[in-house]
Nanobody, 124 residues
Framework: QVQLVESGGGLVQAGGSLRLSCAAS????????MGWFRQAPGKEREFVAA????????YYADSVKGRFTISRDNTKNTVYLQMNSLKPDDTSVYYC?????????????????WGQGTQVTVSS
């Protein structure tokens, strides 16, 4: 099992940057794919980014490609989401998740463990 705790959210002006962190507890962190998702009020949870177990492969939603970067440090049991050039449409609660499957997935249903979320608000 894995417990996940996000941090780093906050209020930022459009064009600014934030770095989210997700600290994992539990063994075998390196056996999990990790993902970032976001959910705004009245909307479904959507995929943002994912990273393979070793960190060698990354995946991004088209809406964030070129602006966001996902990374992980398995020695620290932590996954990060660097968010640059933020837009008001990026305003959401951001969640990290862990997935113990054979392939990296963009589907929220594939993920087994979720953090509590961290609020990101981007003002115009």
């Amino acid at each position: 099992q894995v417990q996940l705790v996000e941090s780093g959210g906050g209020l930022v002006q459009a064009g600014g940057s934030l770095r989210l962190s997700c600290a994992a507890s539990g063994r075998a962190f390196g056996n999990y794919d990790m993902g970032w998702f976001r959910q705004a009020p009245g909307k479904e949870r959507e995929f943002v980014a994912a990273i393979s177990k070793s960190g060698t492969r990354t995946y991004y939603a088209d809406s964030v490609k070129g602006r966001f970067t996902i990374s992980r440090d398995n020695t620290k049991n932590t996954v990060y989401l660097q968010m640059n050039s933020l837009k008001p449409d990026d305003t959401s609660v951001y969640y990290c998740a862990a997935d113990l499957t054979l392939v990296t997935s963009t589907n929220p249903a594939a993920y087994d463990y979720w953090g509590q979320g961290t609020q990101v608000t981007v003002s115009s």
